[in-house]
């Protein structure tokens, strides 16, 4: 089962605690701070790798969880950092947030995100040394890493992409002209999952064509396999609006408008998408009448008038009227001009500058922060002292019983609880947040 969407939990590692600990040496009887920083965490990390066709991967292992970074150690040993985890996500894998906007683009292979950053190392107590303290039994606890759910989908992206009713030859056609093979039968909806093809136009010019399942009337509101795939066809930049050279004009005019309509309900933007109209089957007339189908449907496209399908469909120069491009698959005829057809009309890939900055904005991107990055947990002979608390100011005004509930707030929902444990919550400790001290126990 093709998978274009996936839930994920995305967790980085924590960053390794700062030691205490102090030098110890024959001949110097009171050694200085040596104890080293905590590594930092590993961060988890999404990749656009080529070779991947859907979500399926994320989507069996949907908990993403990088290492922690490893604690400091005596003799100013620093921790190693947790290693990072790197997730291969498929080329066009979009991360959305919980309000569904996109907030990470892959579209570029190769192109990675970092979806959720590990916490940094604590500092050992030999940063805490200072000319009125030479033996400071603080030191720092790791930060906490970030911990997102998040949604991935996938929009494939292509040159080309084929439309047209069910059984109509999409997929035969992908086969003539790229390497995809996708199954071919005469029956409607043999295509169930998008294909990618490359297409080979020269030798330095390669372009992709997807294949999409069969559109009907109604697809918009479901029909069919249609609202599912629809997507898929939102960052084609060319839409292969594939006819039937073995229907009547009329029919044929009847079938591209209700898929133009489904597009329309679907997403104006796709609808208005330039759009290349291609005939397929015209093996089954003969070479005379041809030419005076072709005629035909082109006139009778342009008679539709003013209908958005026809507002960036491609025109012949010398008539004016939409082109069309005949073709058969069982016989490979009009397929060459098809190529050079595609060749004309694809536009190249061009990197902008604009479109550069942008990939780089989504490579640094960092998600809404729900965790406490900025926060700094101190840990010393007689609890915790916590520094960049977004409550430190509220603190001041409150008197001790509400200062001490709202101190056990922070902590639970700044997840902070599990380093109040280790430095030793159970028994009770005091929390110590700008001048406010407060007795805590879990
Ligand atoms: N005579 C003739 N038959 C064709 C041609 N192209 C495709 N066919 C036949 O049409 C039938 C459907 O072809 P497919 O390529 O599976 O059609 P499709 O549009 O991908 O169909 P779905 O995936 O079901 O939407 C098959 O039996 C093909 O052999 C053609 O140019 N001429
Ligand atoms: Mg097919």
């Known amino acids: ?38 590594g930092d965490g590993g961060s988890v990390i999404l990749v656009a790798d080529p070779s991947l066709r859907d979500l399926t991967n994320v989507r069996n292992n949907p908990h993403l969880k990088a290492e922690d970074g490893h604690s400091g150690e005596g003799s100013n040993r620093t921790g190693s950092m ?9 080329v066009g894998t979009q991360v959305l947030d919980d309000d569904e906007v996109v907030i990470v683009d892959l579209a570029a292979p190769g192109a990675s995100a970092t979806i959720a950053h590990g916490g940094h190392g604590g500092s050992g107590n030999r940063r805490f040394r200072t000319s009125v303290r030479q033996a400071p039994r603080t030191a720092e606890f790791g930060g906490l890493g970030d911990d997102y759910t998040l949604v991935l989908q996938l929009k494939l992206l292509a040159d080309a992409a084929l439309l047209g009713f069910p059984n109509i030859g999409k997929s035969s056609l ?15 909806f043999t295509t169930i999952e998008p294909v990618l093809g490359i297409v080979d136009l020269a030798v330095d010019r390669q372009i992709t064509v997807m294949d999409v399942p069969g559109l009907l009337e109604g697809a918009a509101e479901g029909h069919g396999l249609g609202l599912d795939f629809l997507a898929h066809l939102e960052r084609a930049k060319l839409l292969l609006h594939v006819v039937d050279a073995g229907l009547p004009v009329e029919e044929s005019i009847e079938a591209f408008v209700a898929i133009h309509r489904e597009l329309e309900l679907y997403q104006e ?92 904005q989504y490579l640094v991107y960092r998600p809404g922060r729900s965790g406490s990055a900025n926060v700094r947990v101190l840990r010393d002979e007689t609890g915790v002292r916590i520094i960049g608390a977004t409550i430190e100011e509220d603190l001041k005004r409150m008197d001790d019983e509400a200062a001490t509930q709202a101190v056990a707030h922070y902590v639970e929902t700044r997840r902070l609880t599990p380093l109040l444990v280790r430095a030793g919550g159970k028994n009770g400790i005091i929390v110590k947040i700008g001048d406010r001290e407060v007795p805590y126990r879990v």
């Open 1 to 38: 089962m093709f998978s274009d969407r996936a839930t994920i939990y995305a967790a980085a590692g924590r960053g390794g605690d700062g030691a205490v600990a102090f030098r110890r040496e024959k001949f110097v009887p009171r050694g200085g701070p040596s104890g080293g920083d905590g």
């Open 82 to 90: 947790g290693l990072d985890t790197i997730i291969p996500v498929p």
């Open 174 to 188: 992908l086969r003539r002209i790229s390497n995809a093979k996708p199954k071919v039968a005469d029956y409607p």
């Open 269 to 360: 933007d796709l609808s208005t998408r330039p759009r290349l109209v291609v005939l397929n089957r015209i093996d089954l007339s003969g070479e005379a009448d041809r030419d005076v189908l072709v005629n035909e449907l082109a006139e009778a496209l342009d008679a539709l008038g003013d209908i958005s399908a026809l507002r960036n469909v491609l025109r012949d120069e010398a008539t004016g009227k939409p082109s069309i491009v005949p073709v058969s698959c069982v016989t490979g005829e009009g397929v060459p001009e098809l190529m050079s057809t595609l060749g004309r009309v694809v536009p190249e890939p061009e990197i902008t500058p604009a479109a550069e900055a942008e990939l780089a």
